[in-house]
């Protein structure tokens, strides 16, 4: 897991939009790997291969890729010096419709590419009351923990990135794609572009975009920020 211990290259950086994306983006390729590696294992092993099966898996997931991405979006921003009102609109912004981006809209472009009849399944409106508590939760979380959870926005995207690997595919698994372990390269490289793009851009480019502090150092790993003094 990422720890943001940057070095002096990093405390360098002009902006820390780049010191985020380049921190976290070992982790993102990783989890993408080992998400498709463990559904390539149950749906083998477990011969869980039916459609209806796998989207009720991908309901779930989507929803809680829905939550955290909330939560991470909204703790970003907190712990760059935002205030209240605002997070919850960028928490709301940073979670549904992003989401939506990286767990739907690139797979099922993805699959269109590869040939493939998509489905295209835009869940915050064919089940709203699945995915809004999901993301009212999440900000609420990022809002009122941001000053008290020490390093919330590297738990919070870890889990994000993480199972936004799974929801996207199974988004490809679940709406149109047949033998997706024979076209494993293609489902490779489509989900790791809905994870890097859309979960960084919600978790870190978003956030910071709006914030006014721009800091050297991350909040959550500088021992002389008041604010991560304040967390224990």
Known sequence: ??????????QR???????ELTAHLPFSVGSVVVALSALAAVTQVFKVGDHEHLEHI?????????LLAATGTTAMYMIYGGKPGRAIVIGLLGSVPICTLADIAFPWLGGKLMGQAMEFHICALQEPFLIWPCAALGVATGLFSAAHVRRLT????????FVSSFASALYLMSFGVENWVKHFGWVLLIVTA???????LSDIVLPLLFTS??????PEVGEEEDLLKRRH
Do not use: N
């Not at 950086?13 to 010191?19: D, L």
């Open 58 to 66: 991908f309901h779930v997931s989507h929803a809680v890729h829905v």
């Open 1 to 10: 897991m990422h720890d943001h211990f940057h070095d002096q290259a990093c």
């Open 194 to 200: 809905a994870v890097l793009v859309p979960c960084t």
């Open 13 to 19: 950086s002009a902006h820390p939009v780049w010191e």
């Open 213 to 218: 502090q721009k800091r050297r150092r991350h």
């Open 154 to 161: 590297i738990y919070s995207h870890s889990g994000h990135v």
